[in-house]
């Protein structure tokens, strides 16, 4: 159905010849075409681009905590955590105890308040210092378990296996099982021979051969 | 480099692909009237790449659409511009699709052998139409929520199967999770590829046509490269900067979250359907109903747009000045009913008052969630549920302010009226008739106490029942009323007032004044101890200056400088009011409950007692709160005083009652 109207000539039927430019002229006329073409997308896309990048590019702001007064804190400016159980809570025999860390969470525009922000394993040996290892495997970030009939902690994912005090026993984890720092306290004031356990509790790196805090 | 493109051109076609493109005829040369198109289609690019910005943060739920958002534009890496330009080229494209279809009708370019492309381009301006609609809802604020709620209502007028296709668009019979889930994907996904789909064929089916000239002999023909492209590319140039100057300079709003419970009397369509919504209300168009106006008569219109090519094939030129015709009277239409809808709202009072609201809501919301406790996972909506600054205006203006007004206004920012005289008389500013609450228990208010009581409480003469006891007793009668002119604390305020102001007692006024302002332990004062400490002796052991000295406020009043009881009962009450925590939040919750208490000023109070049938404890609370200025403090601008306005408004010449307004 080409031109079937007699009075609007359609285009590409016939082909009258097109005015020829100087050279000089039309190419400074593309160039210039170009480089406007160009900038035109180019802009909104360095901007889109730029806002894509922000979780790169902005700085957090610090979030706030609801003690009310007269309360002791559930974390200290260090950035230490009280655990819900206390130094009884763990097994005297060396046995690990898995514990959920609570704390506020900050995702994005909301704030969640006292809610579970991961897992730590707990031990002790007889007397000595409770340690605590971050659950989640070094390796690529699944999370370990505590296996009786071996006695050893054992990632389900690659088989990486770790020894009770944290030593890693196979080639698969780049490292040994994170140690998180200790604080034993009495109403959160430093205490060796307190009851209340405090975990600076941190994630790392997964990966690397390098304990680096997320 | 050649050696490339030649490689890909034997295997793809490029270069020949590329001269199809780009060496279009231009008939008659390249004109500025051709670029609208272009701009068309740029700004939908630009929609594109903002708009998969937009949706890598947004999130559609109710409870996290304004969150994200506000997220997006007050916390992320260039967010507000982001926003901003897909806010503004939405707007922008709306005006460039009516630009370019005006151009196509008035160039009869939607004529033989155009006609498929004009209806082309009439799916696809439904579909822009659609998108900016759907993308109207999706920030999940008031203004968006009830803008849309109104389309979806005038969905369901639609005759037969309005209400199956409201509740399809809304995901279920009433707004939820599922409207927004579908309204999104609507906007990002079925929309927008639909677009994609029309434009091509738009294009395609143009290029088969090629431009309309009118004039092909008025400049050698020229190529689309790169004459005509470049004047599109300034014209796009044009349009990126004008959208990014408002961004920058003019961020798009985000008015408060959505909360059906709270009524928004500033509701709006965008204003590029104000038109519509102006007509809507034409008293004529009222009357035959939503389904003629919002849905026959655009029906209509768009019909005979639709029409247009058939029209000027049977009519022949005449046909085509009739099409044009129509077109400009409609685009008159159009602009004038807009004109009207604005010029109307600006003169509108009530309207301004409540934009004025919705204005300090959206701010206070966002300067709420900007706080350090960000935003609780019931949402932001619970943050203004939950704040006395939002919360406690509304609840004066529909408690309290029949008698009492907030720095001459309602709390909301509006002069309080009441019906004319008679029934064809405009309505007046109403007199209040109880005490001007906008500086409850402040310095100045403390001192207009002291030195100037008859005069502060003045407001209570234009009260009926003040009048009414006047003239019982004027006619031999002993009814026991609340006079400001005539009690014992009127007559000591002025008995004393020489010595009040007395330069040996200044500093005493000042102290007292001090002591009672920071009784009331309203939040965001702070106050001088020592000042305080010597108007505490001041108030209970009268340790004045001269005549005066020995005259202590506790000598009636002797709970002063005492907490307010936990549990106030009235059987040590003297009979004088108490001022044991005069002001404070837990003093004037008590004496919202009990006015008529005898710890206050017993039963010949004419406040009304709000028990909690009333006003419930959690509305008690916000209003309380509100007037004590327990609240996050904050930067939003408050509503204007308006105490001159009013005192104007009730200057002797009004035909209100004037001896009741209190003298500057």
Known sequence: MTSTSPEIPTAGSVDPPISVETPRRSLLVQLITGMLSFLIIAVPSTLSGLFFLDPILRKRKAASDDTADGEVPR?????????????????????????????????????FRDVPVGSIWLRKVGDGPILAFNSICPHLGCSVDYIREENEFYCPCH??????????????????????????????????NGHEIWVKFQNFQRATSDKIVI | MIALINWLETRTGVKALMHEAFNERVPGGARWRYVWGSTLVFTFVLQMITGFMLWSAYSP??????????????????????????????QGMVVLMAIHLIQVIIDGAYKAPREVNFWLGIVLMMIVLGLSLTGYLLPWDQKGYYAT????????????????????????????????????????????????????????????????????????????????????????????????????????????????????????????????????????????????????????????????????????????????????????????????????????????????????????????????????????????????????????????????????HDGRGSLVTEAGKTDEAPSVIAAPTAADLGGFGNRQWMTAIVMDYSNHFAWMKNSTWFRDAQAKNAAGGTVDYINPDSSEMADWTSGNLDALQSAENADNVKALVEFLAAETGHAGTTYDAALVEKGRDLAIKGSWAGALNGTSCASCHDTIGQDFPTQPDDSTASSYPTLAKYASLAWLKDFIRHPDAARHYGAKNQMVVYSPQKLSDKNLDLLVRWLTHDYTPSTVPDYANQLDVLNAALAPSSSVAVEAAPKK
């Open chain 1, 75 to 111: 974390k200290d400016e260090a950035g230490f955590v009280r655990l819900d159980v206390t130094k009884e809570a763990v097994p005297q025999d060396g046995t690990p105890l898995s514990v959920t860390v609570i704390d506020d969470h900050v995702d994005a525009w909301n704030m």
């Open chain 1, 159 to 192: 088989a990486s296996a770790f020894a009770l005090d944290g030593k890693k026993m196979n080639d698969i984890p780049p490292r040994d099982l994170d140690v998180l720092e200790v604080s034993m306290r009495t109403h959160g004031q430093q205490d060796a």
């Open chain 2, 61 to 90: 739920s109710t409870r996290t659409a304004w969150e994200s958002v506000y997220h997006i534009q007050h916390e992320m890496f260039l967010g507000n511009i982001i926003r901003g330009l897909h806010h503004y080229a939405a």
């Open chain 2, 149 to 408: 709620q109104v389309t979806t209502n005038i969905m369901c007028a639609t005759p037969v199967v309005g209400r199956e296709v409201q509740v399809l668009a809304q995901g279920g019979s009433d707004y939820g999770h599922l409207t927004l889930t579908r309204f999104f994907a609507m906007h990002a996904g079925i929309l927008p590829t639909l677009l994609v789909g029309f434009l091509v064929l738009h294009i395609y089916v143009f290029r088969r046509h090629g431009l309309t000239v009118h004039d092909p002999k008025r400049a050698p023909d020229t190529t689309f490269w790169p004459d005509q492209v470049l004047k599109d590319s300034v014209a796009c140039l044009a349009v990126l900067a004008v959208v990014l100057l408002l961004a920058m300079f003019r961020a798009p709003e985000l008015s408060a979250p959505a909360d059906p419970a709270v009524k928004f009397d500033a509701a709006r369509p965008e204003w590029y359907f104000l038109f519509l919504f102006r007509f809507l209300k034409f008293h004529a168009v009222e009357s035959l109903g939503v389904t003629f106006g919002a849905i026959i008569v655009p029906g209509i219109i768009m019909g005979i747009i639709a029409a247009m090519p058939i029209t000027a094939k049977v009519l022949g030129n005449f046909g085509h000045t009739l099409n044009r015709a129509f077109i400009w009277a409609l685009a008159l239409g159009v602009v004038v009913l807009t004109l009207m809808a604005f010029y109307e709202d600006a003169n509108n009072a009530e309207h301004q008052a409540a934009l004025t609201e919705a204005h300090r809501d959206g701010q206070r919301a966002i300067e709420l969630s900007i706080g350090p406790d960000k935003i609780p996972v019931e949402g932001a909506v619970t943050l203004l549920r939950e704040d006395p600054f939002t919360h406690g205006p509304r609840l004066f203006a529909q408690h309290c302010s029949s008698c009492h007004r907030f720095n001459g």
